[in-house]
């Protein structure tokens, strides 16, 4: 948090029993720091109990989980529904265990100097770990890391092991984010006892597990703890405000360098906050906006103290994108210049994995971005892993970087204890990103119900507190209500704006969509004066369905569904339409349901992202785009040519 607003907000949040203690850095090596991945297979059971409760009440973190009953091998990351064959085990919903012995290098349990971290990227969703069998760590929501300091259990005793046993359940509630409910079937003629189902309102398959990394780090007992960076630019100069954070001793030196992508320090400074001037800075862009897109400097920190035990030093660096980002009445800015969103939403969604990192996958698609020519993405619909949003830096690709706030339809889930869940998952997210330079805005929701009365306080509340956390970015929540029963349209700084014309309704009709966006743009625009994202769009379409004349599901009337939106975005791009994101990236697993054929079918790739037709026509325009759009755009494009390894 910006320190000023720090000062100001922070007693009032911890009266509310918000403020997060503690930064979230990511685990990196360094020096003073050792990380140890514990990918690979662990142990699982689900609990089929009627309650599900019989892991707890028998203890299972207790004793290895072998012991307590019959255990499958389960790959960390991984979602757990698609690696068997088990349908009940697919769409299981309850508590599942998962366990892992980890042999630890001496030092670590030795060296009173040290410090070992357990960090767990994502569990979806309720998450308990013990490590040999005591309890160190709760955490509820699926997409955002949480961590315990185990020093003090692997260094009290004389193994050189550790059992880490997590227990993750995958309920959701009207109070979760995202809410859902949980339907029990009572009538027995018809259903077997204790009969129940998960009911959401959303469109993609609830995958669970151990999604993302899950790893052991060290530090020294006095160590960085966060770091905030924030940026700005006048005239050639760049300018880097930090902040740094310790913990583990009140008497600790800070200094600070920060080196160009030569190695050469450009500037530094001493102590736990100050601002670092860099003349002629390389300005971050974004990909295809300048010839030289996402430059980074390294910001690094080095702490040291004097402890009882003698001296400790910590390193930490720290990746910093010198950029800014601005709106106005009807436009974006970043760097003071117009920036055009051409780019798509995805989903962290695959065969087999489900939602489980994995970097062949990430690299894949990453390369089909920029092959599209694809200038941005949303995370829809919550955080995706840190692995990508360092991706986003490196290769400049701009990110709206989306909550789980999807599917807030409910009145339940405007209540206060679903807003206080919300702040805080607010809390972790821009914690976890905040020195993304990628990310250039906040979205707090996907289509809530933002038409009932409580939808107004609640984003009104929301809003604010994610903009005291974060000045330096703009907030939005992306919606579908009509734009004069909006309550939340007031608070965003952009409207963010999802149809499906020609698809949910007036199906096979192409020939309104003209009319139909242009009128609904010109109402935006006129109330709220604000600019205005497409931030979803779309059609359906098998991959190899073929019809002419198109029709719904044939690669032809995705492709032409497209094109009569694109002729409106080129009209409205010249006034406050400042970006188009299509729905979806690639295919994707739902719920099953009679209007999903194996998933969601609007992805412009195949789930195996094989291109369909309409990645041409989209790869056509995203290039023309550029061509148009974009800030030294000539040199921008030949510096993408010799660096690609596709030719455009
Ligand atoms: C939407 C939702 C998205 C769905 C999409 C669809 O408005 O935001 O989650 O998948 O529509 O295909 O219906």
Redesign the pocket.
Known sequence: MHAGLWAALGPLLWACGLALQGGMLYPQESPSRERKELDGLWSFRADFSEDRRQGFELQWYRTPLRESGPTLDMPVPSSFNDVGQDRQLRSFVGWVWYEREVTLPQRWTQDLGTRVVLRIGSAHYHAIVWVNGVHVAEHEGGHLPFEADISKLVQSGPLSSCRITIAINNTLTPHTLPPGTILHKTDISKYPKGYFVQNTN???FNYAGLHRPVLLYTTPTTYIDDITVTTGVDQDTGLVDYQVSAQGSEYFQLEVRLLDQEGKVVAQGTGGRGQLQVPNAHLWWPYLMHEHPAYLYSLEVRLTAQTAAGAVSDFYALPVGIRTVAVTEHRFLINGKPFYFHGVNKHEDADIRGRGFDWPLLVKDFNLLRWLGANAFRT??YPYAEEVMQLCDRYGIVVIDESPG?GIVLAQSYSNESLQHHLQVMEELVRRDKNHPAVVMWSVA??PASFLKPAGYYFKTLIAHTKALDPSRPVTF?T?SNYEADLGAPYVDVICV?S?YSW?HDYGHLEVIQLHLATEFENWYRTYQKPIIQS?Y?A?SIAGFHQDPPLMFSEEYQKGLLEQYHLVLDQKRKDYVVGELI??FADFMTDQSPQRVLG?K?GIFTRQRQPKAAAFLLRERYWKLANETMYHLSAAKSQCLENSPFSF
């Open positions: 959303f469109d993609f829809s619909h999807v996907n289509e992306v579908n999802n499906y949910y979803e779309g359906g729905w979806n969601n609007k």
